[in-house]
């Protein structure tokens, strides 16, 4: 059966790599894309939908019963000049709002991004937040929640990030030295771990580190 599904985050570097697979992979037959503003992109099978993502009502729009939902969403210190409430409104509000809508219209099932280390017991500020919001939406009961952690993701940004692009260089020359968990991986190898398991028939959280997203490739 041809699925819909449903993409929050589709101009970062996972969500741009699974919009691509999605396009391609006639598994899926509708595409919607929910953004702040309109995304021109050239396919028959997209529907891009604008919301207001501070309106909890919006997401309940967007998310329906059975559709597979994905969420690649984050942001960084310097977008929101270093403002941690408004870190916290990107990398735990949206996420939570996109959450509890799959809880009441009974979505199919929920993937989204988090990162390697996630801890909400954790002194850092990122991986503090991240453990959070993995937490928080593990408690709300979704018939299926997948958890993806990636570490350092390889791959090309629509935007310039000086550190990240030395770590690109630097850090795939010592990975052998690191536990698997926090080894570098290419953006591509996550999206496509995301959209192959968003197909499965997968009850309840299930959260995957570096070796179980290279292992789906």
């Not at 990398?91 to 809508?101: F, G, T």
């Not at 997948?146 to 350092?152: D, G, K, M, V, Y």
Request: proline share 1%; glycine share 6%.
């Amino acid at each position: 059966m041809n699925k819909t599904v449903t993409l929050f985050g589709s101009t970062g570097l996972i969500g741009s790599e699974v919009l691509k697979l999605l396009i391609n992979d006639d598994y899926f037959e509708n595409i919607n894309i929910i953004s702040r503003k309109k995304i021109n992109i050239d396919s028959k099978k997209i529907k891009n939908y604008i919301i207001d993502f501070s309106n909890i009502e919006d997401y309940k729009k967007v998310v329906n019963k059975d559709y597979i939902i994905i969420a690649s969403i984050g942001t960084t210190q310097s977008k929101v000049n270093f403002n941690k409430i408004e870190y916290r409104k990107v990398d735990y509000d949206i996420l939570l709002n996109i959450a509890m809508a799959c809880k009441s219209n009974k979505a199919s099932s929920f993937s989204f991004v988090s990162s390697a280390g996630a801890d909400e017991k954790s002194k850092n500020f990122y991986l503090k937040l991240k453990g959070e919001i993995e937490n928080s939406i593990m408690q709300i009961g979704l018939k299926s929640c997948l958890i993806f952690r990636p570490s350092l993701l390889l791959g090309k940004r629509n935007e310039f990030r000086f550190g990240e692009i030395i770590g690109q260089k630097i850090m795939p020359l010592v990975s052998f030295l690191m536990k698997s968990e926090y080894k570098p991986i290419k953006a591509v190898d996550v999206a496509k771990s995301i959209v192959n398991e968003s197909k499965k028939i997968i009850s309840g959280n299930k959260i995957y580190q570096y070796s179980e997203m290279k292992n789906l490739n």
